[in-house]
Nanobody, 120 residues
């Protein structure tokens, strides 16, 4: 059973780069047909998809965040990471990592989330 756990700094100052790590257990991040995602939810707002990295290493980004976002992975640690540069208070949100498997049918697995506050 795939389980995901986010880790992050909690507080980030404006203009800095936010780095988040998702540790995966119960499955490999290179497993066929899996997509490994970052999603966030600002206070009082809906979910916003940020990016994914596929089992093949292919990446895809939300157009609105692409210029500031980088997603990567460390297969030796079974982890994937998010870097969001030049953060502002509008980046304050609960950040989630999530897996989507597409074969034999679509299933989603979510981490518990980590709260990030951008403030000086």
């Amino acid at each position: 059973q795939v389980q995901l756990q986010e880790s992050g700094p909690g507080l980030v100052k404006p203009s800095q780069t936010l780095s988040l790590t998702c540790t995966v257990s119960g499955g490999s991040i290179t497993a066929h047909a899996y997509f490994w995602n970052w999603i966030r939810q600002p206070p009082g707002k809906g979910l916003e998809w940020i990016a994914y990295i596929a089992s093949t290493g292919t990446t895809y980004y939300s157009p609105s965040l692409k210029s500031r976002t980088s997603i990567s992975r460390d297969t030796s640690k079974n982890q994937f990471t998010l870097q969001l540069s030049s953060v502002t208070p509008e980046d304050t949100a609960d950040y989630y990592c999530a897996a989507r498997v597409t074969i034999p049918s679509m299933s989603d697995y979510w981490g518990r989330g980590t709260r990030i506050t951008v403030s000086s």
